[in-house]
């Protein structure tokens, strides 16, 4: 029988011990798109909400990985994208994914319900490989990516703008396209 959660994810991530120099942006980031995403539930979103978080830590001047790779979770492999900040994995998108999966979320290597260090094995290489919706994203330049979703006429990055108010940071889209055009995923493997 696995232990019951008493505590918030918030609660249980300002109790691992990461050290880093801007680590309250990174809390109030991560959370700020954490609480995005369960407002807006989207499964299989990982790769957007990824790139997301990278922008908005990146606006904070905190160095991060974009990373696009192949998660095993038990036998079962899945393409998958998260953040990696010196080394630690932050995994928001985990949530729901495109096969109908729920996990919990990942702060700094940690499962923030367990409060054990990640079980699922990142950046491995499964026998398959990536799937085709994984090598297009690899393959489509990142502003592309954010301007093609299709929600919204301002696409992804009217997310990151309307997260970027919560964490008290003021972007122009305009900007942020420049200045992210060179951007590309990290792959892990």
């Given at each position: 029988m696995s232990k019951r959660q008493t505590k918030s994810y918030r609660v249980v991530a300002g109790e691992i011990s990461f050290k880093h120099e801007?680590?309250?942006k990174?809390?109030?980031t991560f959370f700020a798109v954490s609480d995005y995403y369960k407002m807006h539930p989207n499964s299989g979103a990982c790769h957007l909400i990824s790139s997301i978080f990278h922008v908005l830590l990146s606006e904070q001047n905190i160095a991060n990985e974009l990373c696009i790779g192949e998660v095993k979770k038990g036998n079962q492999f899945f393409d998958h994208s998260w953040i990696e900040i010196d080394g630690k994995i932050f995994d928001i998108g985990?949530?729901?994914?495109?096969d109908g999966g729920k996990n919990d979320p990942i702060y700094a290597n940690q499962d923030l319900y367990t409060e054990l260090n990640v079980e699922n094995n990142y950046g491995v290489e499964s026998p398959s490989g990536f799937d085709t919706d994984a090598k297009r994203i690899l393959k489509t330049p990142f502003v592309k990516y954010m301007d093609e979703y299709p929600q919204f006429r301002e696409g992804a990055w009217k997310i990151v703008k309307d997260i970027s108010k919560k964490i008290r940071l003021k972007l122009s889209v305009s900007d942020l396209r420049q200045k992210y055009k060179t951007t590309e995923r990290i792959v892990k493997i």
């Open positions: 801007q680590e309250q990174i809390f109030n985990i949530q729901a994914t495109l």
